[in-house]
């Protein structure tokens, strides 16, 4: 009966801790940057991509708790202005992004100089988490996957500022998303036009766990811990 009862409390306790890892990443970067704009209230476009992972990775876990994001930016020296940058999570519906969650956000200064750089910003240690979201199987067959999204405030029509886009190496649909606060509503999936259009992924790394249901575990040691007085 003590056996039992070890093994419950450290299932209830191992629920309550993160032991992330670097579970996604994108970061070979190209010359171009992508920046979704206003909406009609003049806030900014969230811009969202797609981060999969597949079934070997999470074992079916239904859930990702999200303890790191680090995004790049491409901006161009000092006319890129310190903004608030912000950052999101979301899950798919069919081929769609729901309306995003606010993971955090934090203001950037200003670039310097004149020349094009890539601006690296994190959100989160990797320990504590900052959001639990759902995985969808059905968008990419034999995938698990979410979205992490990101808007940014300098969204005037000469901005400067954008999110960098990348050539892998994790595993991406080659599209992305966008969500309208201002019509509450989502477009995509989308990608870029032109006769040699670049990949339609950005530079993004993400931290995190593969979960079951949040609660499952602490659920399952509540009735553990029952059944172990019952018997006693």
Same mark, same amino acid.
């Given at each position: 009966m003590k056996t039992m009862t070890f093994v419950v409390a450290a299932l209830a306790a191992s629920a309550g801790v993160a032991h992330a890892a670097?579970?996604?990443?994108?970061?070979?970067?190209?010359?171009?940057r992508y920046n979704p704009g206003a909406d009609g209230n003049g806030a900014p476009i969230i811009a969202l991509d797609d981060v999969p992972f597949s079934l070997a990775d999470t074992g079916g876990a239904t859930h990702l708790e999200i303890t790191k994001v680090t995004i790049g930016l491409r901006r161009q020296g000092a006319s890129s202005p310190a903004q608030q940058l912000n950052f999101y999570a979301s899950s798919f519906a069919g081929?769609?992004?729901?309306?995003? *969650?606010?993971? !955090?956000?934090?203001t950037i200064p200003a670039g310097t100089g004149t020349a094009f750089f890539t601006d690296i910003h994190t959100l989160g240690n990797g320990v504590a988490v900052l !959001? *639990?979201?759902?995985?969808?199987?059905?968008?990419?067959?034999?995938?698990?996957?979410?979205?992490?999204?990101?808007?940014?405030?300098?969204?005037a029509a000469t901005a400067t500022t954008?999110?960098?886009?990348?050539?892998?190496?994790?595993?991406?649909?080659?599209?992305?998303?966008?969500?309208?606060?201002n019509l509450g509503t989502q477009f995509g999936p989308l990608v870029f036009g032109g006769a040699t259009p670049p990949?339609?992924?950005?530079y993004l790394? $993400?931290?995190?766990?593969? $979960?079951?249901?949040?609660?499952?575990?602490?659920?399952?040691?509540?009735?553990?811990?029952?059944? *172990?007085?019952?018997?006693?």
């Amino acid at each position: 009966m003590k056996t039992m009862t070890f093994v419950v409390a450290a299932l209830a306790a191992s629920a309550g801790v993160a032991h992330a890892a670097v579970i996604y990443s994108n970061t070979t970067q190209t010359t171009s940057r992508y920046n979704p704009g206003a909406d009609g209230n003049g806030a900014p476009i969230i811009a969202l991509d797609d981060v999969p992972f597949s079934l070997a990775d999470t074992g079916g876990a239904t859930h990702l708790e999200i303890t790191k994001v680090t995004i790049g930016l491409r901006r161009q020296g000092a006319s890129s202005p310190a903004q608030q940058l912000n950052f999101y999570a979301s899950s798919f519906a069919g081929s769609a992004v729901v309306a995003p *969650t606010l993971l !955090g956000g934090f203001t950037i200064p200003a670039g310097t100089g004149t020349a094009f750089f890539t601006d690296i910003h994190t959100l989160g240690n990797g320990v504590a988490v900052l !959001g *639990t979201v759902p995985l969808d199987y059905a968008l990419v067959p034999g995938f698990g996957t979410a979205a992490i999204g990101i808007s940014f405030s300098d969204t005037a029509a000469t901005a400067t500022t954008g999110w960098r886009v990348t050539n892998g190496p994790s595993p991406n649909v080659n599209a992305f998303w966008i969500w309208d606060s201002n019509l509450g509503t989502q477009f995509g999936p989308l990608v870029f036009g032109g006769a040699t259009p670049p990949a339609a992924t950005f530079y993004l790394i $993400v931290e995190g766990n593969f $979960v079951p249901t949040p609660g499952a575990l602490a659920l399952l040691g509540l009735g553990g811990l029952c059944v *172990t007085r019952r018997r006693r």
